[in-house]
């Protein structure tokens, strides 16, 4: 396939950066992946792997080489990082389409405003893969991460269409799934299916681990317990920014569970085996819905 740009510049060389750079020189979908970070021995790696052609630690020269650039730093850094580039962008013949991968998508739409005197800059596309795991660093990458997932895109009004477009092709070429949604409803939706989730995670290890049979009980959990917890096991700096950064969200979305769980607490408290019954048989439906949903995009053995 005809290279469809020339570079495209991953900025936070990690678990999601790294497979996306792995698989943009799979697919020939540009002539080189450059990365760009803050600390040179990751960067280093990424050549040493293969992962990317070569690196910067210099923001003005990736600009200045780069056709995309895909920001995909930790959620909060995501924000400075944009607040720098966007102010660079004045005045350049040609800008390079901007774009991100954090889990948040509010966060950036406002920093973005605020970096250009409120206005959204034109040429940025607002994006976010549904896919990754409880490992971070480019180590974890792979090339296959993206494919047969879903990427969200959440263009606004003011977006350029052909910037949408190559973001777009972008993530194709991944082989995922793009589709398009508004910020609000992707922080609304990711606060409930992803960012509470490892909230429940980390909360059930955390104060298991601080009870005083924490030794006991670790040494008797099994499947449920590890099927539950594993993403407990994923980087604390990301998920601390995520709650920051989707703070409102995920306080609804904890609020709604908090309500629910209560509601078991009283039936199992009154020994209400209808109501429990009929909590768990709705529940089962649902995760047998989606496990359905999980198989039919090929994704049925992490399901
Ligand atoms: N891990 C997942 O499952 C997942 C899935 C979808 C989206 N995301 C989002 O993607 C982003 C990256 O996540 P990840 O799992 O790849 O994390 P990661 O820790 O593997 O990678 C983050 C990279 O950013 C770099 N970085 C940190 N501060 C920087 C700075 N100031 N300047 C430049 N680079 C900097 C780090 O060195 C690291 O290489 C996050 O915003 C995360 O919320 C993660
Ligand atoms: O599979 C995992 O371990 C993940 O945490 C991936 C996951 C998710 O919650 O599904 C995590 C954060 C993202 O922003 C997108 C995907």
């Not at 910067?56 to 056709?67: M, P």
């Not at 190559?166 to 949604?181: F, H, I, Q, S």
Request: with cysteine; glycine share 8%; proline share 3%.
């Amino acid at each position: 396939m005809a290279e469809r740009v020339d570079t495209v510049a991953i900025l936070g060389l990690g678990l999601i950066g790294g497979s996306l750079a792995r698989a943009l020189r799979a697919n020939g979908f540009c002539r080189r992946v450059i990365g760009y970070g803050h600390r040179e021995p990751s960067l280093r790696r990424g050549v040493e792997l293969g992962v990317i052609d070569d690196f910067t630690l210099d923001l003005d020269e990736v600009i200045s080489q780069a056709d995309i650039l895909v920001i995909c730093t930790p959620t909060l850094v995501a924000a400075e990082v944009l607040a720098a580039i966007l102010p660079r962008l004045q005045g350049l013949a040609r800008a390079p389409v901007i774009t991100d991968a954090a889990s948040v998508k509010g966060s950036l739409y406002r920093a973005a405003k605020a970096a250009c005197d409120g206005s959204f800059p034109p040429g940025l596309v607002l994006g976010h893969p549904i896919a990754g795991s409880e490992r971070s660093g480019v180590e974890a990458s792979k090339a296959d991460l993206y494919e047969n997932h879903r990427v969200i895109l959440t263009p606004v009004a003011e977006n350029d269409s052909e910037a949408v477009e190559l973001v777009r092709d972008m993530w194709l070429a991944t082989g995922a799934e793009v589709v398009e949604m508004e910020v609000e409803q992707h922080d609304a939706v990711l606060a409930a299916t992803s960012h509470l989730p490892h909230v429940l995670a980390y909360a059930l290890v955390d104060a298991l681990a601080r009870s005083d049979s924490s030794e006991e009980i670790f040494r008797c959990a099994a499947g449920g317990f590890r099927d539950f917890t594993r993403i407990a096991s994923s980087d604390p700096v990301m998920w601390r920014d995520i709650a920051i950064a989707n703070r409102s969200a995920l306080l609804d979305a904890i609020d709604l569970f908090s309500e629910h769980l209560g509601q078991l607490r009283e039936a199992v408290a009154a020994e209400d085996s209808e109501g429990m019954h009929a909590t768990f048989t709705r529940a089962k439906a649902a995760r047998d819905d989606f496990a359905a949903i999980l198989a039919q995009r090929g994704q049925g053995k992490q399901g």
